[in-house]
C-alpha cells in the first residue's frame, strides 16, 4: 500500500516569511495529492490539490508542487500570516485501481511568529 | 450547504460500552469515508461506504468496529465493547460522485471518543 511521509514535523517562521512542507510518497500509481490544514478542535480542510498531470498548482498565497519521478511533493505558503497557524497534512491517493481511502501523512505544526 | 454533520462532537463510554458515531455526508455527496486520528499523528484511513454498500474496509479492526451507510438517514461507525485504546477523534468525510478525478473530500468537526 501507499506510504507517505512529511517533513518537518514542526515549522516555525516569523510572520511575512515563507513556509515550505514536503512530502514524499511510495506507490508510482498515486496520482491524486490534497493539502489539509487542521485547526485546533476542528475537521481537516482542503486548502488545496494537484493531480499527477500538473507539475504545479497556484491560489494566491499558496502553491503545491509535484515530482512524479522523484516521487515528492511540497506545499509553499508565501507571505505567512498569523491565521496560518495550524497542523498541515499532505496526502496520496491512486484512484486508478482500488477504493482506498485517502493516505495521509503525519503533519506539520505550523507556528508563525509575529 | 450545512457540510459534513457529525454527532456528537464529544462521547464518553466506559469499557465494555458500545460507542454509535454518526455521519450525514453534504448534500449530493454519495461517498463516505471514515478515518480515525490519535493524538499527534495523521489520519488513519477505516472504511470507505456508498449507499447500502461498503467498498473498501481495508483499515478496520476485524473485531468490535462495524460500519454502514443505509439508504436512509447518516452512515453510522459502531464501536462494540470498547477500550482505553479506541479513544481517538474520529472523522467523516463525504465526496460526490467520482467520474474518473478525485474529489477533494469535505471533512465533518470529528467526533471525540474518550473511554473512561
Known amino acids: 500500500g501507499e506510504n507517505v511521509e512529511q517533513h518537518p514535523s514542526t515549522l516555525s517562521v516569523q510572520e511575512g516569511d515563507s513556509a515550505v512542507i514536503k512530502c514524499t510518497y511510495s506507490d508510482s500509481a498515486s496520482n491524486y495529492f490534497p493539502w489539509y490544514k487542521q485547526e485546533l478542535g476542528k475537521g481537516p480542510q482542503l486548502i488545496i490539490d494537484i493531480r499527477s498531470n500538473v507539475g504545479e498548482k497556484k491560489d494566491q498565497r499558496i502553491a503545491v508542487t509535484l515530482n512524479k519521478t522523484a516521487k515528492h511533493f511540497s506545499l509553499h505558503i508565501t507571505e505567512t500570516q498569523p491565521e496560518d497557524s495550524a497542523v498541515y497534512f499532505c496526502?496520496?491517493?491512486?484512484?486508478?485501481?482500488?477504493?482506498?481511502?485517502?493516505?495521509f501523512g503525519k503533519g506539520t505544526h505550523l507556528i508563525i511568529q509575529p | 450547504n450545512a457540510g459534513v454533520m457529525q454527532n456528537p462532537r464529544h462521547l464518553v463510554r466506559r469499557r465494555g460500552q458500545e460507542a454509535r458515531l454518526r455521519c450525514s455526508p453534504m448534500?449530493?455527496?454519495?461517498?463516505v469515508y471514515w478515518y480515525r486520528q490519535l493524538p499527534e499523528e495523521g489520519l488513519k484511513f477505516m472504511v470507505y461506504l456508498q449507499k447500502e454498500n461498503i467498498i473498501d474496509e481495508s483499515g478496520m479492526p476485524k473485531e468490535r468496529f462495524s460500519a454502514e451507510f443505509p439508504k436512509e438517514g447518516p452512515s453510522i461507525l459502531r464501536i462494540q465493547q470498547v477500550v482505553r485504546g479506541d479513544s481517538a477523534a474520529y472523522f467523516c468525510?463525504?465526496?460526490?460522485?467520482?467520474?474518473?478525478?478525485?474529489?477533494?473530500?469535505?471533512f465533518g468537526s470529528g467526533t471525540r471518543l474518550t473511554v473512561v
Open positions: 496526502a496520496a491517493r491512486n484512484s486508478g485501481g482500488g477504493a482506498d481511502g485517502l493516505t
Open positions: 448534500k449530493g455527496h454519495s461517498h
Open positions: 468525510a463525504s465526496s460526490p460522485l467520482d467520474e474518473g478525478f478525485n474529489y477533494g473530500y469535505t
